[in-house]
Structures are given as C-alpha cells and as structure tokens.
T-cell receptor, first 115, second 114 residues
Framework: EAGVAQSPRYKIIEKRQSVAFWCNPI?????LYWYQQILGQGPKLLIQ????????DSQLPKDRFSAERLKGVDSTLKIQPAKLEDSAVYLC?????????????FGPGTRLTVL | AQSVTQLDSQVPVFEEAPVELRCNYS??????LFWYVQYPNQGLQLLLK??????LVKGINGFEAEFNKSQTSFHLRKPSVHISDTAEYFC????????????FGTGTRLTVIP
C-alpha cells in the first residue's frame, strides 16, 4: 500500500514570495491533516479536512496561509506571502476517518526555508 | 485543551544500555496517548499507543510505555538500545471525544553511542 506522498521535498524561497505544497493521501482515507513543524518543536496542526470540507482550521494563519482539498483527495497548502518565521517542515497526514481514534499516517514532509 | 511536556530535549545513551524517555501531559478530558519516532528526513512513524485497558503497552522495535493516570505520565522505555534507535521521539495526546487531532510535545533526541 502506497503511503502519503508529498512534494516538493525541499523548497527555498525569499520572504514575500509565494509557495505551494502538495499532498496525496493514502487511498480511501477520508481525513487529511496539515502540520507545521518548526525546528526544535513538535508538529502543530494547521488544518484538518474531512473529505473536501474543513473540520478544524483554528491554528491556520488565514491572512497568509490557505489550503484546499478539491474532490476530497489531493490537497494543496499555500503561503502567500511567506515570512521568515514560516521556515519549517510541513507534514501531511491522513487517516481513514476523523472521529474517535483513527491512526494518522504521515508523509515525509516538505522542508521550507525562507530567506 | 491538552498539552504535552517532554522534559529531556536530548538523551545520549550507550549501545545496549536501557533508556527511558519521559512524557507528562495535561488535559481536562480523557485522552489517548502516543509515541511517534522520526528518523532524519522522514515523516513520523507510530511506535505505540494507549487507548484503553492495560496500562503497559508494547510497540514496535522493542519499545514499551506505561500509562500512569495519577502522575499524568506516559514514559517510553527500551531495555537495550541499538544504533538504529537514534532518532527524534515525540509524545502526543488526542482528545477521546474530539476530532482525532494530535497535540505533540517538543520531542526528545535520542542518540545511541557505539
């Protein structure tokens, strides 16, 4: 079974530029998560989708971050414009469902460096 | 709201020695508890989880953890570590009544010394 795929693996941009990350969850997984992992910290949830609807985006900085999950499968996370403090690893995860306990499976992440 | 504290940011240990990585949590509701491992340039992999039942849970790669409700702890242990155990370890909690969201600690870097 293929795991969670993410691209690109690495991205370097200058502040005020825009960037987008892509995630393809495990087939059949209804719930998709985006996490931000700043160096030296644990991952922090940015947004959770159930199919193509948003369940929780309370930690998403909506003035610059946006995410979508068209057709309830792939998802993109965008930052526009980027700031220095956005340098982090962005992890995508998926689970069968989003209620009670459902194991989350993580992708390898996208490491973003903002100069 | 939940929070997780991992008191040790770095733990060096010699190969074949035992290790304990400490985790304490705070929550106003019942939680599920997890340990994840992250190898360099890779995503997170679930080591073990506590959902209910026996407070001693066994996971992959010879790791185990014990849930202590009175001390709100979930410490991770391994009796004999290998070089390949060198990685970052994260403790996490999830609200039993919530939307399956994970709240992570800041991580413990385990370095196994030959």
């Amino acid at each position: 079974e293929a795991g969670v795929a993410q691209s690109p693996r690495y991205k370097i941009i200058e502040k005020r530029q825009s960037v987008a990350f892509w995630c393809n969850p495990i087939s059949g997984h209804a719930t998709l998560y985006w996490y931000q992992q700043i160096l030296g910290q644990g991952p922090k949830l940015l947004i959770q989708f159930q199919n193509n609807g948003v369940v929780d985006d309370s930690q998403l900085p909506k003035d610059r971050f946006s995410a979508e999950r068209l057709k309830g499968v792939d998802s993109t996370l965008k930052i526009q414009p980027a700031k220095l403090e956005d340098s982090a690893v962005y992890l995508c995860a998926s689970s069968l469902r989003g209620n009670s306990y459902n194991e989350q499976f993580f992708g390898p992440g996208t490491r973003l460096t903002v100069l | 709201a939940q929070s997780v504290t991992q008191l040790d940011s770095q733990v060096p240990v010699f190969e074949e020695a035992p290790v304990e990585l400490r985790c304490n949590y705070s929550s106003s509701v019942s939680v599920y508890l997890f340990w994840y491992v992250q190898y360099p340039n890779q995503g997170l992999q679930l080591l073990l989880k506590y959902l209910s039942g026996s407070t001693l849970v066994k996971g992959i790669n010879g790791f185990e953890a014990e849930f202590n409700k009175s001390q709100t702890s979930f410490h991770l242990r391994k009796p004999s570590v290998h070089i390949s155990d060198t990685a970052e370890y994260f403790c996490a909690v999830s609200d039993q009544t919530g939307a399956n969201n994970l709240f992570f600690g800041t991580g413990t870097r385990l370095t196994v010394i030959p």
